[in-house]
């Protein structure tokens, strides 16, 4: 029996949705929105064959965009409810990396490094194709970016925050490359069956109500 598979990323300013057919694509949709994910998303994803009803969703959990990661799960969660239907999640960075073996086969560890929020970018070393652990999901994490570009001298580097990295530090290669739904079958089993809760990287970008209810005192002298 066939599987309809949905795919759902908007945790970037891509907003990519494809809708397969075991491993046919059967039709795809990926721009660079920048902004506007909750009100396009929908849309995109009627406008696939059948209005893009699956079998299976697959959702991009993060890191990335705090609002772009909240928009693709519930939407996707939403869906699955209302398909009585899986929902699992992926990787933002994984699904980057993988994109990066496919295309540029490097022989060697590599980063990826996507934009992250307040002076920070989301980065990972991954491992070439051809090594066991390329198949497995890797720990991303936030670093400021001077910090990074001290730290990280990798002369090639992957991803939407590889261009920011090589000019804070001033050498390097920078590859632009953002998360594509079409390419979800370069994840490895393992990578695109994780749970479908979101995974932000570093701390909310908002203060809970009740902090910002609290009094701003200055110190006494």
């Known amino acids: ?10 945790a970037t300013p891509a907003l990519s949705s494809a809708l397969f057919e075991d491993t046919v694509c059967l039709a795809h949709q990926h721009i660079e929105l920048g902004r506007g994910h909750a009100e396009a998303l929908l849309p995109a994803i009627a406008a696939l064959p059948d209005g893009g ?3 299976r969703i697959l959702v991009d ?3 990335g965009s705090f609002t772009g990661v909240r928009v693709g799960l519930a939407a996707a969660t939403a869906l699955g409810v209302a398909w009585s239907i899986p929902v699992q999640g992926y990787g933002c960075l994984d699904l980057v990396a993988a994109m990066v073996r496919d295309q540029y086969a490097p022989d060697v560890p590599f980063p990826v490094v996507m934009v992250g929020g307040h002076g920070e970018l989301f980065w990972a070393l991954y491992p070439p194709a051809g090594d066991p652990k390329a198949a497995e999901p890797v720990a991303v994490s ?25 000019e804070a530090r001033g050498s390097g290669t920078a ?8 390419s979800i079958a370069l994840l490895s089993p393992l990578q695109s069956s994780l749970p ?14 009740a902090e910002r209810a609290k009094p701003n005192r200055s110190p006494r002298a």
């Open 1 to 10: 029996m066939s599987e309809r598979l949905l795919v759902i990323d908007c």
């Open 53 to 55: 009803r699956a079998s």
């Open 61 to 63: 959990i993060g890191p």
């Open 142 to 166: 936030s670093t400021p970016i001077d910090e990074l570009a001290e730290q990280l001298g990798d002369a090639i580097v992957y991803g939407s925050g590889a261009q920011t990295l090589v």
């Open 175 to 182: 590859v632009p490359l953002l998360p594509d739904a079409r």
């Open 196 to 209: 479908a809760h979101p995974v932000y990287g570093r701390g909310a970008d908002a203060k809970p109500m």
